[in-house]
């Protein structure tokens, strides 16, 4: 079936230090959409790109969609303890089922 | 409060039993799903179901089993034909639709094999 890669698998930065997942399909994607899971914890959800190379921003977090709607990226800022978790990717194909395939992860660890 | 309930929250499983996992939610959202999550890993899909009495299997549903005779209520029976069983799972629901919704998680249960 459908995959939808992340990379990296994990990352170690320092307090303060920024930090980038990337997630890639080998399908067009409907659109995409970004979660994080604390430790212990179930996903929430942080937003959705629809748009061919869209660009949204929610305080030190920058999420971006490639043009071709093939790959999308989390981009956080100066990065603080309370980012630590693990941030994936849903993709909605378009293959008519609806239904969201997530990516493998990227967990972050942050270092003070 | 509006939410998807999951339970039991942890629950141990002797080999060669089924056990059944509860999942309610009260947001009215017609999709339903199942996730698994191994300790490290992403999520793969198990059931989805896009309206009452309609699912369809995920990428790894063999083992499993669902039911979807109300809209608020999607259980999961683990059979003892799951090899493997021991992980992390995640109940959720959206509105559905073809633009893609927000995908509403419940708290998961653990499930181990003892």
């Known amino acids: 079936g459908q995959q939808v890669m992340q990379i990296p698998q994990y990352q170690h930065v320092q307090e303060g230090e920024d930090f980038t997942t990337y997630c890639n399909s080998s399908?067009?994607?409907?659109?995409i959409q970004w979660y994080k899971q604390r430790p212990g914890g179930h996903p929430v959800f942080l937003i959705q790109?629809?748009?061919?190379?869209e660009v949204k921003k929610q305080k030190r977090l920058t999420f971006q969609f490639g043009e071709a709607k093939k790959n999308s990226s989390l981009h956080i800022t100066a990065t603080q303890t309370t980012d630590v978790g693990t941030y994936f990717c849903?993709?909605?194909?378009?293959?008519?089922?609806?239904?969201?395939?997530f990516g493998t992860g990227t967990r972050l660890k942050v270092l003070a | 409060d509006g939410g998807i309930t999951q339970s039991p929250k942890y629950l141990f499983r002797k080999e060669g039993q089924n056990v059944t996992l509860s999942c309610e939610q009260n947001l009215n959202h017609d999709a339903m799903y199942w996730y698994r999550q191994d300790p490290g890993q992403g999520l793969r899909l198990i059931y989805y179901s896009q309206i009452v009495n309609d699912f369809q299997k995920g990428d790894i549903a063999e083992g499993y089993s669902v039911s979807r005779e109300k809209k608020e209520s999607f259980p999961l029976t683990v059979t003892s034909a799951q090899k493997n069983p021991t992980a992390f799972y995640l109940c959720?629901?959206?509105?559905?639709?073809?633009?893609?919704?927000?995908?509403?998680f419940g708290e998961g249960s653990w499930l181990t094999v003892v």
């Open positions: 790109l629809v748009k061919s190379g």
């Open positions: 849903a993709a909605i194909t378009t293959s008519g089922t609806y239904k969201y395939i």
């Open positions: 399908t067009t994607l409907s659109n």
């Open positions: 959720a629901s959206s509105w559905g639709g073809k633009t893609g919704n927000t995908i509403y």
